[in-house]
Structure formats: structure tokens, C-alpha cells
């Protein structure tokens, strides 16, 4: 089975607290990105990787941090300096170094205690 | 800097009936144009991607146009079911940019 698998699908977190979410591809995809989903608002870029060892920040990257050590991999941690966290996140992955069809995970929802 | 605007917010139509969802955008110096599927608390599933140099594409029961010039796409569905209930969204791949822009989406709900 080929795609795109996050865990874990929900997360409590206290205030404060560091969290991490997982990300990881077998689609043999350069480019990865994490994004963040509000009610009643579209996707906003938090960061994203063409390639490994290299990322940018997105739109709103403020409070979060990301890896990419490994290709199929590129985990995302929200950090006590994010003020608002409680979010749907999700992670996607594309080929064509970022110019192709972008292939999504089923999902984060990310919820502050 | 690119917006893209999905308009209307939330769309009912009765089973059967052929429909059409409007995206737009308004840098037209883009790579390509792509339209996808949510359904409630899921990730989203891509429905199809229009090349800047192509006009339309089909699969299925869904065709999208692209009019670059203008600034527009559509997503025409026919023959509607249930099951396409669900939010689309656009998101549009600018030029000199290694990112998607994405509209806030239709929400579509198809009357029994």
C-alpha cells in the first residue's frame, strides 16, 4: 500500500507542553509539507521540504519546527511558543519537486488542554 | 501576492442534477491549477491537476476547466449522487513559488 500515514489521529496537550507529530511517505516523494487547517478558513503552509536536509518555513511557521533527516520522513513539533494550537494538521507529499499532484495524509487533529 | 476564491461558501443541490463549482485566482502566471475533496475530519483526496497549458480535464463524472486569462476554473459535476457531498477545494501552483495557494472551499451537499 502506497501513501501517506500520520500519527497519531488525535492529540491532547497541556499548556505548555511540546508536542510532535508524525509524518511519513513511501511514495518515494521529494517534496513534503505540513499544513494547518482552522474551521471556516483554507490550508495555511506552515513549512515545507523539496528535499532532504532542507526546509522552508511557510505562511505560518511562528512556534512550530520540522526535520527532514530521512526522505520518507518529516515530522512536525508544535511548540509551547505556538499560542493557538488547537488545529486539524495535516502533512502531504508531491513529486516534480513540488509541481505535481499533492497527495495528503488522513490527519492530526491537535487539541490544547 | 495570490488569492484564490471559492464562491459560493456552501452549495445544495437535489440528486441527479448536474452542478458546477467556481474557483478563482488572481495571479494568472501559474504552473497549474488542482482541485480536491474533503470529507469530514479526513485529509484531502486530489480529483484532478490542469497544466497552465492545458484547458480542461476529465475523469469520470468530473470535468474542470482551466481560462487562465481570466482568471478562472470550474469543476462541473454530472449527474450528481449523494456520495459527492463533501467540500472542494482549489489550490493554484504560482510561478516562482514551490508552493499551493488554496481557496477556503465549497461545501456540497446533494439532496436525496
Known amino acids: 500500500d502506497g501513501g501517506i500515514t500520520q500519527s497519531p489521529k488525535y492529540l491532547f496537550r497541556k499548556e505548555g507542553q511540546n508536542v510532535t507529530l508524525s509524518c511519513e511517505q513511501n511514495?518515494?516523494?521529494?517534496?513534503m509539507y505540513w499544513y494547518r487547517q482552522d474551521p471556516g478558513q483554507g490550508l495555511r503552509l506552515i513549512y515545507y521540504?523539496?528535499?532532504?536536509?532542507?526546509?522552508q518555513k511557510g505562511d505560518i511557521a511562528e512556534g512550530y519546527s520540522v526535520s527532514r533527516e530521512k526522505k520518507e520522513s518529516f515530522p512536525l513539533t508544535v511548540t509551547s511558543a505556538q499560542k493557538n494550537p488547537t488545529a486539524f494538521y495535516l502533512c502531504a507529499s508531491s513529486s516534480d519537486r513540488g509541481h505535481g499532484t499533492q497527495y495528503f495524509g488522513p490527519g492530526t487533529r491537535l487539541t490544547v488542554l | 501576492k495570490q488569492e484564490v476564491t471559492q464562491i459560493p461558501a456552501a452549495l445544495s443541490v437535489p440528486e441527479g442534477e448536474n452542478l458546477v463549482l467556481n474557483c478563482s485566482f488572481t495571479?494568472?502566471?501559474?504552473?497549474?491549477l488542482q482541485w480536491f475533496r474533503q470529507d469530514p475530519g479526513k485529509g484531502l483526496t486530489s480529483l484532478l491537476l490542469?497544466?497552465?497549458?492545458?484547458r480542461e480535464q476529465t475523469s469520470g463524472r468530473l470535468n474542470a476547466s482551466l481560462d487562465k486569462s481570466s482568471g478562472r476554473s470550474t469543476l462541473y459535476i454530472a449527474a450528481s449522487q449523494p456520495g459527492d457531498s463533501a467540500t472542494y477545494l482549489c489550490?493554484?501552483?504560482?510561478?516562482?513559488?514551490?508552493?499551493?495557494?488554496f481557496g477556503t472551499g465549497t461545501r456540497l451537499t446533494i439532496i436525496p
Open positions: 489550490a493554484v501552483d504560482q510561478f516562482g513559488n514551490e508552493k499551493l495557494t
Open positions: 521540504s523539496q528535499i532532504v536536509n532542507d526546509f
Open positions: 511514495l518515494n516523494h521529494d517534496a
Open positions: 490542469i497544466q497552465s497549458s492545458q
Open positions: 495571479d494568472s502566471a501559474i504552473y497549474n
